[in-house]
């Protein structure tokens, strides 16, 4: 791509709006007057050649990041959180700015080296050419330069242009996955995302060496990885190809392939809102058809939350109990739902498509007595289990249509009182 193009690009107001060209300019020119040269990479540049909406600003520097960070602070306000050491800094922008994410990361040029295979990667300043080096595919491995008369200027080493014309991922180096495994997810997220093809030395590289490693990957990890799956629109393919390639039995042996009918049970969901927690549905219907102990030792490698946790058992614990609740009075599924989330019943009801499941979320859960705790107290009634046990009495005799008007109630009330020696 020559200059122009590019500066075309950076132009559009599609792709990068506005406010965020302006901050680039900044960027650019307080690095040029400390001498460095700066670029935007990975991602950023990616999607940009994609000509798709960029998201982040992926900005690097060859040079001291945090230097160039504390200037900015100076100039234009905001505050500098440096990490010393990683050679980079995270830059609040002032309120002005007006720019989602309000962080910016400013990041050294460096190289990159592992301790040991899957080992988090230890970090040198360097050019930004290693820069590029050290990354996992050809399609990152990108970058712009943005200082003075080079504005614009593709830096393409590994002909990541090629691979995105021909929609191709590549990894740089053989030991790719060796060095990082997070990658082999990382790779199917691309292809899922882009519809792309693995290149073919790429995908024999999701070896049983390579999946040995991942195998090791600390829970937090591979569950970032997967909650970054669960944002994608072809999030069920990509499993589905985790799947194939042995990824998820490495990951722990017990968890199952991912079903291409959930991707339709989210998709059709439009009662509640959960896009905002596809993520929640997404685990809670791949795992409900394991055992409680399999829920708990998956949940547990996975390092779920305990809501997580929680939301996950709940669904697989109400699938099981479907068939000796199918049939039962409106007050019995009450009962027993009502401790559950809500969304783990939402769940299950997609995959069941039980309709008391449904009742229970649209009605009977928001049905409740004329009769309350104060009325009882009223009636010189002492606060204990009783209590409850006439307030549940009354509850379930609306559910199940035994009263169905105040008055009713009242008499229902009455008697429950009498049984009870009460009055
Ligand atoms: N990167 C890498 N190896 C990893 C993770 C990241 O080499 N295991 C590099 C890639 O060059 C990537 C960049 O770091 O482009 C930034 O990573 P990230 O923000 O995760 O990815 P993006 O490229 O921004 O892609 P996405 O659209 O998925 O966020």
């Known amino acids: 791509m020559t200059q122009p193009d590019m500066l075309r690009l950076l132009r559009d107001p599609n792709l990068i709006p506005p406010e965020k060209q302006n901050l680039l300019s ?29 998201k982040d600003l992926d900005f690097v520097v060859e040079g001291d990041a945090i230097k160039l960070g504390r200037m900015l602070v100076k100039k234009f306000g905001g505050k500098l959180t440096p990490h010393k050491k990683f050679h980079t800094a995270v830059w609040r ?23 040991y295979p899957g080992a988090l990667p230890t970090v040198t300043p360097s050019t930004i050419e290693n820069d590029l080096r050290r990354r996992d595919f050809t399609i990152n491995a990108l970058a712009v330069r943005l200082d003075g008369d080079r504005f614009g200027e593709l830096l393409d080493p590994l002909n990541g242009q090629g691979d995105l014309e021909e929609g191709i991922v590549r990894v740089l180096h053989p030991r790719s996955f060796i060095d990082d495994p997070t990658r082999i997810l990382r790779a199917l997220r691309y292809e899922g995302r882009y ?57 722990h042996p017990k968890m199952p392939e991912f079903n291409q009918d959930y991707a339709g049970f989210l998709e059709m969901d439009n009662r509640l809102d959960v896009s905002a927690d596809r993520r929640v549905m997404g ?60 969304l783990s019943i939402y769940a299950v009801y997609l995959v069941s498509r039980e ?38 009495r009354l ?21 429950l009182l009498e049984e009870r020696g009460a009055t």
């Not at 922008?93 to 301790?115: G, M, Q, V």
């Not at 305990?306 to 000796?324: F, G, I």
């Not at 249509?401 to 008055?407: F, I, K, M, R, T």
């Open 26 to 54: 900044d960027l650019a020119a307080q690095a040029a007057s400390l001498g460095f040269s700066c670029y935007l990479v990975g991602g950023f540049v990616r999607d940009l050649l994609l000509r798709r909406p960029v």
């Open 195 to 251: 519809s792309f093809d693995l290149d073919s030395l790429t995908s024999d590289l999701i070896n049983s060496e390579a999946l040995a490693i991942l195998s090791q990957l600390s829970g937090e990890r591979l569950r970032h990885e997967l909650d970054l799956i669960f944002e994608e629109d072809q999030f069920a393919r990509i499993l589905l190809r985790a799947g194939k390639f042995g990824l998820l039995k490495s990951i």
């Open 395 to 415: 509850r379930a005799a609306w559910l199940d249509g035994e009263v169905q008007s105040l008055a009713q109630e009242k008499k229902l009330l009455e008697r």
């Open 283 to 342: 685990y809670m219907l791949w795992f409900m058809n394991l055992s409680e102990e399999d829920v708990f030792s998956i949940s547990s490698r996975l390092g779920f939350t305990n809501e997580l946790t929680l939301s996950v058992w709940a669904a697989a614990q109400l699938k099981r109990s479907l068939p000796h609740l199918a049939g039962s009075k409106p007050s019995v599924w009450t009962y027993a739902l009502e401790k559950l989330p809500l």
């Open 355 to 392: 309709n008391a499941l449904l009742d229970y979320i649209s009605m009977w859960r928001h049905v409740k007595p004329h009769t309350t705790g104060n009325d009882l107290l009223k009636r010189k009634l002492t606060p204990g289990p009783r209590f409850g046990d006439i307030l549940s």
């Open 93 to 115: 922008l002032p309120s002005t700015f007006n720019l989602h994410p309000s962080f910016l990361d400013l990041i050294t040029a460096r190289k990159e080296t592992y301790a």
